[in-house]
């Protein structure tokens, strides 16, 4: 069966965002993160293709202003390019004084790129910060530290992607005790 509806119909596009949510929340409860942050970048990706056609009076994507000008295809994917066509939703993030769209805004547009996460297969880390974020958030928690082995240049990057920001390092030192008598002691720390 051949499926015959146009891809960047509005409706289509509306209808997409819905059930990608679906699938985002879906996904989130049983703990799959980056499915979860996949689709729920995706849904955004369609509701606000939906939102420049409603806001042109156009019922294609593909007869809005945007899509006409040339673009290149990854820019179609790009959610900071797509949100540049909807003023509403700038303005309606800008003027939040919670902050909580702009932090949401940043979280999904820093942890949503679609080719990685379509073919990242290990995901422990950053579904481990995820949720230390989650319920600090849920909790009241205003900020949260973390710290790195410097070898751990994974790690190092998902941080900087979550928008930690560096700070002056430790330099920790330790005395081995059994090296120095074979006598025994036990660990203090």
Request: hydrophobic share 35%.
């Amino acid at each position: 069966m051949t499926y015959r509806h146009d891809t960047y119909d509005r409706r289509i596009q509306l209808g997409a965002s819905r059930r990608r949510r679906e699938d985002a929340e879906a996904l989130h409860e049983a703990r799959r993160w980056t499915g979860a942050i996949y689709l729920a970048g995706y849904a955004i990706e369609c509701s606000l293709k939906a939102l420049i056609c409603s806001n042109e009076g156009k019922n294609s994507f593909k007869e809005t202003r945007m899509f006409k000008s040339g673009v290149q295809v990854n820019t179609l994917h790009n959610l900071t390019r797509l949100l540049q066509e909807v003023p509403a939703i700038q303005r309606a993030i800008r003027l939040d004084r919670t902050g909580t769209y702009i932090k949401a805004w940043n979280t999904i547009t820093s942890l949503w790129q679609k080719d990685e996460l379509r073919y990242w297969d290990d995901h422990r880390d950053l579904a481990l910060k995820l949720c230390g974020i989650a319920y600090a958030r849920e909790h009241g928690g205003t900020s949260i530290k973390t710290w790195n082995d410097s070898p751990n240049t994974a790690m190092i990057s998902i941080n900087q992607q979550l928008g930690f920001v560096r700070k002056v390092g430790w330099i920790i030192f330790l005395k081995d005790f059994e090296q120095e008598s074979q006598g025994d002691r036990k660990s203090f720390a």
